[in-house]
Nanobody, 127 residues
Framework: QLVESGGGLVQAGGSLTLSCAAS????????MGWFRQHPGKERAEREF???????????DYADSVKGRFTISRDNAEKMVWLQMNNLKVEDTAVYYC???????????????????WGRGTQVTVTV
């Protein structure tokens, strides 16, 4: 089970750190991803935000968040984080943590790459 937390209401330019806690599963062999779902979009239209490979050696971000967001993980603690700085109104969405469906794969940009999802945490950025 993946459980996200840390969302909230923040003014543009502000920061939030999202957390993803894994319980009942070992994430050491899984690429972990963050996705977001904007209002009016379907589940399968969730937008890739960032991923981090099992040992953290490979990381990538969506162009829209590069330089502002940072993904990290602690496998011993079964935690994944998304540090979000300089937030923009267009970052408003429900953010989801996800685990790759194939162990030891070191990338994952697509919704279809993941088969275990949390319930999401709302991030709202105001002007």
């Amino acid at each position: 089970q993946l459980v996200e937390s840390g969302g909230g209401l923040v003014q543009a330019g502000g920061s939030l750190t999202l957390s993803c806690a894994a319980s009942g599963r070992d994430i050491r062999t899984d690429t972990m991803g963050w996705f977001r779902q904007h209002p009016g979009k379907e589940r399968a239209e969730r937008e890739f935000v960032a991923f981090i490979s099992p040992l953290g050696g490979t990381i990538d971000y969506a162009d829209s968040v590069k330089g502002r967001f940072t993904i990290s993980r602690d496998n011993a603690e079964k935690m994944v984080w998304l540090q979000m700085n300089n937030l923009k109104v267009e970052d408003t969405a429900v953010y989801y943590c996800a685990a790759d469906k194939f162990p030891l794969r070191t990338s994952g940009w697509s919704y279809a790459d993941y088969d275990d999802w949390g319930r999401g945490t709302q991030v709202t950025v105001t002007v």
